[in-house]
């Protein structure tokens, strides 16, 4: 007996010691955690994982195990992992390696040899394909592609360029290829623009969505190719985290690279996803009837189910005034959601439409409590006082996006200047008490980068450089990036396990090539992280920490 105990005691104790040895510090740095208090650290220790505590340099170098990996941010900055709560991500992702991409590219020039590039990747018949996340104003030239330059840049290939939901150009070899020769070839009441002699320009105007649907789809080879390397893309703007909203041209199909991916334990991105109804008008029956299997939350800490939208019933998709059987069919999907505890999220352009939207969820709610389902309305960039005190009761949340740095001319051409300054009104949804999780909307109606997101949100500028939103819509460095990290985070139920740096919580966090709190605003748009890690696991590494790969 006494030998027993003799041998037991020694061993207990090296095995509590080695549950608090870090395998992972990071020390001299200056590390925003973005907690309730924002307050910054120097230091962090990592263990399997998850981040065990934050504290000066000589407190956490004490933690470390006698193997840990030590890493010396030589006063770098470091934030939680960024989320953007409504990014198209998994259709992003499955279309990134075949795609050309004119996100924040400065010149036309720039962006026709980039389609040179593509072209010289494709096989003989093979697409060339620029999918949107552009617009003319961010070029020096402040112009579209003409259809001889697009032709010249493609060579023999079929070519396409997307300009958010609006607008296509097309070369011949494309039109030809589609069997376009006039209007009525076209789509979803497409039309073919035309000079003022009525020769077509190769231009295409509305139509969009279905157009698209026309062109060949990537294999899934392609596929999961792009989705690993597109989240490897994120991870290089300081991305650990994005919410999915579904959205146009996604099928079902979309989802077996990202499944793919996942199963094979190469995401480096943690991702949640809504469903949207994949078959008009008989969304009723499909989420009750195929959705209805799938558990809230299914999933794990890398992807998970987070219930549906952003479309719903799709004849209600940016309506201001649907017709009353298609409200009903929405409320009988919301209230069969609600009994089943899954979350929501829907897409509403404007405050006009959301009152209808807000009346069925109230009507919900009276029926079968929605307040801790964490359901969200994406948009609203002019969401007026009333809708978001109606949402705070609900328990709902905003998704906010930067849609107008692209749109925020055109905001002030429609709504007039005193309108836009306030949209979207984030500091009024703060004072109200509504969570906000901000974002993108990415990768056709908006770039990708985080970070260009995050400038716009303290500039207020367009990409073409006017300054459109006022200082008092417009919120401090630390709450917009507690928006893009804690702020999304709510969205997905993670708000407990991500979204800042504190003990107990993923270690997800970014290293910043400069210090977001301190550079002026004009170079935020051009941070990028060197060090990215999820879960504790490093993920992206360059310049400095390249050896850390
Ligand atoms: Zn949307």
């Known amino acids: 007996m006494p030998m027993k105990l003799i041998c037991l005691i020694p061993l207990a104790l090296t095995v509590s010691l080695l549950a608090q040895d870090a395998d992972t510090v990071l020390i001299n740095g200056k590390i925003l955690t973005a907690d309730a208090q924002f307050s910054a650290q120097q230091a962090l220790a990592v263990r399997d994982g998850k981040i065990t505590a934050v504290g000066t340099t000589a407190q956490i170098r004490k933690l470390a195990g ?169 991870n290089r703007l300081g991305m650990t985290g994005v919410s999915d909203p579904c959205g146009n041209n996604v099928t079902p199909e979309t989802y077996e690279a990202i499944n793919k991916v996942w199963r094979d334990r190469q995401l480096t991105v943690r991702v949640a996803y809504t469903i949207c109804g994949f078959n008009p008008p008989h969304e009723v029956e499909e989420y009750q009837k195929y959705l209805g299997l799938m558990p809230m939350g299914f999933g794990d800490d890398m992807m998970h189910f987070n219930g549906i939208g952003e479309q719903i019933v799709w004849a209600i998709n940016n309506v201001e005034k649907p017709n009353p059987a298609d409200l009903e069919r929405f409320y009988q999907i919301a209230k069969w959601a609600a009994g089943r505890g899954y979350g929501l999220t829907f897409h509403c352009g404007t405050d006009a439409a959301v009152d209808a939207i807000l009346k069925v969820f109230e009507r919900v709610d009276s029926e079968v409590s929605i307040k801790n389902l964490r359901w969200s309305i994406a948009h609203l960039n002019d969401a007026s006082p009333a809708s978001l005190r109606r949402m705070k009761a609900l328990g709902m949340g905003w998704t906010m996006q930067d849609a107008m740095y692209f749109s925020g001319e055109e905001a002030e051409r429609t709504e007039g200047a005193a309108a836009a300054r306030r949209m979207p009104p984030v500091e009024t949804a703060r004072e109200i008490g509504v969570p906000v999780g901000a974002g993108t909307d990415a990768h056709r109606v908006a770039p990708y980068s985080p970070f260009t997101a995050l400038q716009w949100s303290l500039d207020g500028k367009t990409v073409g450089g006017k300054a459109v939103r006022g200082p008092e819509e417009t919120p401090s460095r630390a709450n917009a990036l507690q928006a893009y990290t804690q702020g999304s985070a709510w969205f997905s139920h993670d708000d407990d396990k991500r979204g800042s740096l504190e003990p107990g919580k993923f270690a997800d966090l970014a290293v910043l090539t400069k210090d977001y709190m301190t550079i002026p605003v004009e170079q935020i748009g051009g941070l990028e992280s060197v060090l990215t890690m999820v879960g504790g696991k490093i993920v992206y590494a360059a310049g400095p920490f390249a050896s850390y790969k």
């Open 66 to 234: 006698a193997r840990a990996r030590v890493i010396d941010l030589g006063g770098r900055t470091v934030i939680p992992g960024l989320i953007d709560s409504h990014m198209h991500a998994i259709r992003a992702a499955s279309f990134f390696a075949t795609e050309s991409n004119w996100a924040g590219v400065p010149t036309l020039a720039e962006a026709l040899d980039r389609i040179r590039e593509s072209a010289k990747t494709k096989r003989p018949g093979e697409w060339v394909v620029v999918g949107g996340g552009w617009k003319p104003e961010q070029f020096k030239e402040k112009r579209f592609p003409t259809q001889a330059e697009l032709t010249e840049a493609a060579g023999d290939h079929p070519a396409y360029v997307q300009m958010l939901y609006a607008s296509a150009l097309m070369n011949q070899r494309g039109l030809d290829a589609l069997n376009i020769k006039s209007d009525a070839d076209l789509p979803g009441g497409g039309k073919l623009d035309r000079d003022a002699s009525g020769k077509p320009t190769g231009g295409i105007t509305g139509g969009i969505v279905p157009l698209f649907d026309r062109l060949p789809r990537p294999t899934l080879e392609q596929r999961v190719e792009g989705t690993k390397k597109f989240f490897r893309e994120l």
